[in-house]
């Protein structure tokens, strides 16, 4: 496997702007934000005339001028998505959308970052930071420090029971290295896919292995703009770039066991 993707809640783009956005019959995002025009050749000095714009950033200032100014105001815009076409300068408003949704961002974590949130998963989330770094060089995302002596940074991130545990048996450690309370969940169910993942990578391996992974497990070619998601799902991408969605894999278990 190559990664997983694991969902944190966040505010997202609108459904209503992606279908917008895919009526475009040229997709051309920003390497800046998640801002889309529907023509290629965009600069900060150049757009042309009759292009779309859809955003959610409008009149802002950067390398020391305003940019994509609209023509009813000089207000500056964040936060609201709009859709506009530019004529003589500036972007008349065809569409407003709102805000961002609530959904879910994700996270990606690879192999190696797996291997290390397993060991400190394995060890109920928490040891001391001696011990950790006489291990691993580095601490994988979703992982915290904090000395022991910050009770406030550990009781918001630790549950009593865990801490309480950690501390009997570790009464002298200055420092610690942890996994947060609600992230606990997330690696179990990331390690259950990463457990999972060679018998998916195997399948890669042949014609009827593929075949399978799309007919039962509903694989699909990876895209690397696939950050987003309205629903809490995890995604396991495979060596090959094909990549499965959690509830595929989950359900198919489920009915597999079912079956016994």
């Not at 001028?65 to 008349?92: F, M, P, R």
């Not at 001391?128 to 006489?134: A, R």
């Not at 904090?146 to 918001?156: A, D, E, M, Q």
Request: hydrophobic share 35%.
């Amino acid at each position: 496997m190559k990664k997983i993707l694991l969902p944190q809640r966040a505010k997202i783009t609108p459904k209503e702007v992606l279908e917008e956005i895919n009526k475009f019959g040229y997709i051309n995002k920003s390497p800046y934000s998640s801002t889309y025009y529907n023509v290629p050749g965009i600069t900060w000095d150049y757009k042309p005339e009759g292009s779309l714009r859809i955003s959610d950033h409008w009149n802002f200032v950067t390398h020391g001028s305003k940019h994509c100014l609209l023509a009813h105001t000089e207000e500056v815009i964040q936060s609201n998505w709009i859709l506009a076409k530019y004529i003589d300068g500036k972007y008349h408003i065809l569409k407003e959308f709102g805000i961002n949704v609530p959904g879910y961002r994700f996270i990606e974590v690879n192999k190696n970052e797996l291997e290390l949130l397993k060991d400190l998963y394995n060890k109920n989330g928490i040891v001391s930071s001696k011990e950790w770094y006489k291990k691993y060089h580095e601490r994988p995302k979703l992982v915290k420090e904090s000395h022991t002596k910050n009770k406030k940074v550990l009781l918001k991130n630790i549950s009593d029971e865990r801490l309480k545990k950690f501390k009997e048996e570790n009464k002298d450690v200055k420092k610690v290295v942890f996994i947060e309370e609600k992230y606990m969940n997330i690696i179990q169910t990331a390690l259950t896919l990463y457990e999972k993942s060679s018998e998916f990578d195997e399948f890669c391996k042949t014609e009827q292995g593929i075949n399978k992974l799309i007919n039962i497990y509903k694989a699909y070619e990876f895209k690397d703009n696939e950050c987003e998601s309205f629903e809490e799902i995890f995604i396991l991408v495979l060596d090959n770039g094909m990549a499965i969605k959690s509830v595929s894999i989950m359900g198919e278990y489920y009915n597999s066991y079912a079956a016994r």
